[in-house]
């Protein structure tokens, strides 16, 4: 009898055990597949109807600056490298680089009639070992560009962020100021850090 309680228990710790990594893994599969980096931020200072000056910082790029563009939307486009799955389980994630910036007219016989700047944020040249790893055909699944695009607020505080499958954007509204009242282009250099 003694015996067969000793063998359940240690069944029974196994199990638990067995359950407990399933679900850490689940989790971590979860979390991987699903991660997002912050990769540009940017907001927007009116100069005529449907003109603006684009604020665009990235960290570790050379995009930052200032661009001047025309409509009520703008779009931001990347090469994109998705690597296999499993790979990102195991840590990689998909790489990317900034190639394209420019407004837009969300009414297309705007966009063909109206001014339309566009510009080149990347350069061919330079060596990139992340990118040189990855053209491994074993980890990556697809080469592929990626773009996302959204309405121009002056309002708002735009980030750009990096998944696994692609680029998003989501926006906030330009923080308030304590205190002292600031310039809004002072204000929103001081909360996205170009200070």
Do not use: C
């Not at 040189?132 to 750009?160: C, K």
């Amino acid at each position: 009898m003694f015996r067969l309680i000793k063998v359940s228990v240690l069944s029974i710790a196994l199990l638990t055990v067995a359950l407990a990594g399933s679900i850490a893994l689940t989790v971590l599969t979860y979390t991987r597949l699903t991660d997002e980096k912050p990769i540009a931020s940017l907001y927007f200072e009116p100069v005529a109807d449907e003109e603006f000056i684009a604020h665009l910082s990235s960290p570790h790029t050379d995009v930052d600056g200032t661009y001047k563009v025309y409509g009520d939307q703008w779009r931001i486009d990347a090469a994109f490298m998705k690597l296999q799955p499993w790979a990102n389980i195991l840590g990689m994630d998909a790489r990317y680089k900034l190639v394209r910036f420019e407004g837009r007219y969300s009414d297309i016989e705007r966009e063909n009639t109206q001014p339309h700047i566009a510009y080149e944020l990347g350069s061919d040249g330079g060596f990139d070992l992340g990118y040189l790893l990855v053209n491994l055909p074993f980890l990556m699944d697809a080469q592929y560009g990626s773009s996302t695009f959204t309405d121009i607020s002056e309002d708002a505080v735009y980030t750009v962020y990096r998944t696994q499958f692609g680029l998003l954007v989501r926006s906030e509204p330009k923080p308030e100021p304590i205190g002292e009242k600031a310039s809004v282009l002072g204000k929103v250099r001081s909360w996205i850090g170009e200070d």
